[in-house]
């Protein structure tokens, strides 16, 4: 059998929005032909089933998050600098209320990664990615003097996560400016204390 041809990250950007938008249980394969132009017959060709896909979506979600994440810190400005500016637009992502600004990886965990080891171990990976990106850009702001030499970056960034896992969810409630920035501002100030 010949393989369909089609833009393999479009695809997966479109399921990954479909997967955001309603979650993984509700997203019906009618839902992500819909989303991604696909027969079903494709998708089960090059993904094997809705599992699958959603597989590939989360690696196609992690790329773009890398890739986003690196676009902040790619310039001669302060670590400190560009780590507030990648606070404030996760602010921005909560504030847009669009479900499809919402982070695919702790939504399949919360649903699905207890009840799929193979699902959690894939997130738990790209986390520790995240975590290990974060702790780069903490250890050039002590590598600077910006931060205290003696801070535990792995700490740090760990609490930095926990925080951004926890504005995410806090603006599911509370999606004002005025109650997600100061909380943004407060959790840089703690994770960032100068010497």
């Known amino acids: 059998m010949r393989n369909a041809e089609f833009d393999r990250q479009n695809v997966l950007r479109a399921a990954m929005r479909a997967f955001m938008v309603k979650g993984y249980a509700k997203t019906s394969m009618q839902d992500l032909t819909k989303a991604t132009g ?58 847009s209320c669009d479900a499809t600004q919402a982070c695919l990886l702790t939504k399949a965990l919360n649903e699905i990664g207890e009840q799929d080891e193979e699902i959690s171990q894939l997130i738990q990976g790209n986390l520790l990615i995240w975590q290990q990106g974060i702790e780069s850009i903490l250890e050039q702001a002590k590598s600077q003097g910006l931060i205290d030499n003696q801070s535990d970056s792995q700490l740090q960034a760990q609490y930095l996560m926990m925080g951004i896992y926890g504005l995410r969810t806090f603006a599911h409630t509370h999606p004002t400016a005025d109650v997600l920035q100061p909380l943004a501002d407060k959790l840089f100030a703690s994770i960032t204390p100068f010497r």
Do not use: M, T, W
């Open 38 to 95: 696909l027969h079903p017959g494709s998708i089960y060709c090059a993904f094997d089933n809705k599992k699958g896909l959603l597989l590939a979506a989360i690696e196609q979600y992690n790329q773009d998050r890398i890739a986003q994440f690196a676009q902040f810190f790619d310039n001669q400005d302060s670590p400190l600098h560009n780590l507030k500016c990648y606070l404030d637009q996760i602010v921005q992502e909560c504030l």
